[in-house]
């Protein structure tokens, strides 16, 4: 995510991954450069793989603290806190940063925006995801388990994963009910919890919440893995490695037969490829905003074909590799807030053209800033070890 804010605050650029998107050079010019694919191909594995740890996190935290005898409400109580955390964060860092960057329109004609951005998404999302495992926990608890057949099925993850597969296909058949015209007056209700768009000339939604539930509640399904077979995580790892083929495998499936015009189901809107546009960048060319059915399946497969290679090769082993993302792992939202600043502040001194998609001038932009970052998130990660174990000094 760094890279990409990196990217976006030294050059003004648009994406083209929206859903009301329907400009097949746009979609395509933004593929063309390989640098500019490299730099959005890892943003979305990141915002992907937010909500998807974020769910196995939870999972982790949820057990431990039951197995501790702690109360459930208190459990939940204590997601509900960090999750309102994290939409307090926006408040003071995505909005004034994008805004300050105009980030979302020309610098030239920019108005401030009350801005929905993936902190949002990601606070409402474990406050939604808690109360989700109290219900999980009282439905398993009235009826542990079923048998179909020789298996066993149990009832509180069958509703997790009925939830997540119900607002992925929710979320594609609203788009698809959707005209691309209504993106710019969309009712809030409609544009907060299901697509993405304007409410008015001044609230504007990135990151609607309810289509993102759907990753943390894999992540949850996952978690629940990792804690039933503590004693055996290369088994689970195995699932992840498989799930993650299985998502590309379905991916590639849902996009030749939509580039050749059988179905359009899992996409929100297909570019027309022909003499000018290459087939492979229409093949990749997908809608991050709200995430379709095919962007999800194609980065987390990737992210949870990326956590299987890491178990598999003993990364964390390689210390001088991995030490540099353990400290900002472990100052992770502290990370977060500050880096848009410092990115925000690199953007100003090494500005390029707005209009380019060369994205080679981002990359040692980016270097610069996490140099300047480590030190702040060492500090803050050796400061925040010394506060109370309640403290929300902790929650960063």
Known sequence: MALDHCSAFTGYRVSGEDWFNNNPELQIEDWTH?????????????????????????????????????????????FVIRGLVLIATSGVTEIVTFNLSGYFAAPSNYTWKLLFCVLDALGFSMIVCSLLLLLRDYVADKKRSFQIG?????TGTLLLATISITIALCTNFNIHAMSPASVAHLNFFLAYF?????????????????????????????????????????????VLACTGASLWALFGLLRVLGLAGVTDFGSFRLPVHDGSVQYANAFFSLTKYPPSISFICFYLGADMLILSLVYA???????RISQPALVFGKSSLFFYAVHLYVYLGLGRVFQRDPHSLDDLWAYPVWVTGLVLLYPLCSWYGDFKSTTDPSSLWRLF
Not at 150 to 154: G, I, R, T
Not at 196 to 211: H, N
């Open 150 to 154: 020789k298996y066993s099925l149990d």
């Open 194 to 238: 299901w697509v993405m768009g304007s409410v008015s000339p001044t609230v504007f939604v990135l990151d609607p919440v309810i289509p993102w539930v759907s990753v943390c509640l894999v992540g949850l399904l996952f978690g629940q893995l990792f804690v039933n077979y503590r004693h055996n995580e290369g088994y689970v790892y195995k």
């Open 34 to 78: 390989i640098l500019y694919f490299i730099t959005r191909f890892i943003t979305s594995l990141c915002q992907m793989g937010f909500f998807f740890l974020m769910g196995i996190g939870m999972m982790y935290y949820w057990d431990s603290r039951v197995r501790a005898d702690v109360p459930r409400p208190a459990i939940v109580k204590h």
């Open 313 to 319: 090769t003993n990364f964390p082993r390689y210390t």
